[in-house]
């Protein structure tokens, strides 16, 4: 078994590496910057794994040969950035009815439409939540370093696999073209995790059939010798499309909360010098290298400011902010675009603190000194 090693690797190539780590043997792409690497180096790795890649039309087609990948049992993944992204959005809801797991990763960068396609942003985080019509739930994670896209990418399929839905890793262009130093571990040290397999046989297969107390069902993959049915439609356990009203909430109701009923499991935070903390700045994904330089210069400056970082951006990890709230003063919500989390922070703040914002649209990064300016704005 290879034993762990130090290796100096791009965001967007750890992202890749990390993929296969976690067992991904099929991506399907359409090349869009900043995310083209992922392409590249899929087209590399893949059939030295005995993988597959293929360079579709366009994203739609990507997204929907990646569910159907998926259903066959292979662990597949998808990348693209935010054109891509949104022309993805409706197979992502077919996943998401469908419960077909995959992993797909925005690599973020300024818009709308073309917009600058080199430059940082972080717009697309309402987008990763609502970016799909109709009401289902969202797993998205957002690393802030080379090492953690490694990690982070694997903790992706693993939920995915675990809960039966797409998941979004969202990263940014920050983090995507950044090179660092990064400790790969070794195999042995890896949690997989395998999806949970149906072995029921026989006709009629009740292949969404969930016990009692539970909330994802087990399926057999296509090709292992059962036949049954996947819609986009609302459908009973059977798979076939349902005129009830009642097994459609039912079903809809389940899908929500087989997320809600699971963030302990799914949501994680980092949080940064804020024990003692009066200040709490608030950041996500590449905003959180400048933000952690702000909090040490500030601290040397005699002021007391912690980080709050969401690592599971959606669900959002209210609990956790809200647990913070008591000990602190003020929050600044500091990324790279015009205030999308910041909108979450207000919701779970609810009046009970100030909440101020920094904010950057314009293809450059927020610095930290930036951000240190605006901590002392709020506290003047």
Not at 363 to 378: C, N, Q, Y
Request: charged share 20%; hydrophobic share 40%; with cysteine.
């Amino acid at each position: 078994m290879p034993e762990k090693k130090a290796v100096l690797m791009q965001g967007n190539e750890a992202c890749v590496e990390g993929a296969i780590a976690a067992g991904m043997r099929f991506y399907a792409g359409y090349p869009i910057t900043p995310s083209t690497e992922i392409a590249e180096q899929c087209a590399v790795r893949l059939p030295q794994v005995g993988g597959k890649f293929i360079q579709m039309e366009d994203e739609l087609g990507s997204m929907a040969a990646v569910l159907g990948a998926s259903v066959t049992g292979v662990k597949a993944m998808t990348a693209t950035s935010g054109p891509g992204f949104s022309l993805k959005q409706e197979n992502i809801g077919y996943g998401c009815l469908a419960e077909i797991p995959c992993v797909v990763v925005d690599v973020q960068r300024t818009g709308p439409s073309t917009g600058l396609p080199t430059s940082p942003a972080q717009g697309d985080y309402m987008q990763a939540r609502w970016g799909t019509h109709g009401d289902h739930p969202v797993i998205a994670l957002s690393p802030s370093s080379v090492q953690e896209t490694y990690t982070l990418i694997i903790r992706a399929f693993n939920l995915s696999e675990k809960y039966r839905t797409p998941v979004i890793f969202l990263m940014d262009e920050i983090v995507g073209h950044m090179r660092e130093g990064v400790v790969l571990p070794s195999p042995a040290e890896l949690i997989i995790n395998k999806r949970h397999i149906s072995y029921r046989d026989g006709a009629n297969k009740q292949c969404y059939f969930v016990p009692e107390g539970a909330y994802v069902p087990a399926m057999k993959p296509f090709g292992q010798g059962e036949r049954y049915n996947i819609t986009g439609l609302a459908h009973d356990v059977s798979g076939f499309p349902t005129g009830s009203n009642a097994v459609a909430g039912d079903l809809f109701t389940r899908l929500m909360e087989k997320i809600d009923h699971n963030l302990d499991d799914i949501v994680r935070v980092e949080e940064f010098m804020l024990d003692d903390a009066d200040t709490a700045v608030v950041c996500f994904g590449g905003t959180a290298r400048a933000a952690m330089s702000a909090v040490l210069e500030a601290r040397a400056a005699g002021m007391k400011v912690g980080m709050f970082r969401p690592i599971t951006v959606w669900p959002f990890p209210a609990a956790q902010l809200r647990a913070r709230l008591a000990g602190l003063k003020r929050v600044l919500m500091v990324e790279h675009n015009y205030g999308q989390m910041l909108l979450e922070v207000q919701r779970v703040a609810a009046e009970k603190l100030p909440v101020g914002f920094l904010g950057r649209i314009d293809g450059t990064v927020i610095s930290p000194a930036d951000i240190l300016k605006k901590l002392r704005e709020m506290e003047a």
